[in-house]
């Protein structure tokens, strides 16, 4: 049983920044998901298994960053210029097939407990 564990989130004002973390019980590809009020789970952000192999969504392009930290089990999401559309429950999922350099998008198989992110206008 793989365990994720994410940390971070909170309440901040439109055009700040906010620093996910998530650490697995192990090395994983990774992922971060948003979760907006009514809507569906979407995928926003991905790191392959080794190297620094990277995705983003068009909607956090050039606002977000992933990486993976030196301990190579964590990884963050690096939040700036905060919108309210970012609002939501934002979920780290573990990608426990994949190897090497690519960047999953689906098949997440172990899910952290979600945290919450809340951004005033």
């Known amino acids: 049983q793989v365990q994720v564990v994410e940390s971070g989130g909170g309440l901040v004002q439109a055009g700040a920044s906010m620093t996910l973390s998530c650490t697995a019980s192990?090395?994983?590809?990774m992922a971060w998901f948003h979760q907006p009020p009514g809507h569906e789970r979407e995928i926003v952000a991905a790191?392959?298994?080794?190297?620094?192999?990277?995705w983003y969504a068009t909607s956090v392009r050039g606002r977000f960053t992933i990486s993976r930290d030196d301990d190579e089990n964590t990884v963050n999401l690096r939040m700036s210029n905060l919108k309210p559309e970012d609002t939501g429950v934002y979920y780290c999922?573990?990608?426990?097939?994949?190897?090497?350099?690519?960047?999953?998008?689906?098949?997440?198989?172990?899910w952290g407990q979600g945290t919450q992110v809340t951004v005033s206008s």
């Open positions: 999922a573990v990608h426990s097939d994949s190897l090497g350099f690519r960047v999953p998008l689906s098949g997440h198989d172990y």
């Open positions: 192990g090395r994983f590809a």
């Open positions: 790191i392959s298994w080794v190297g620094q192999n990277q």
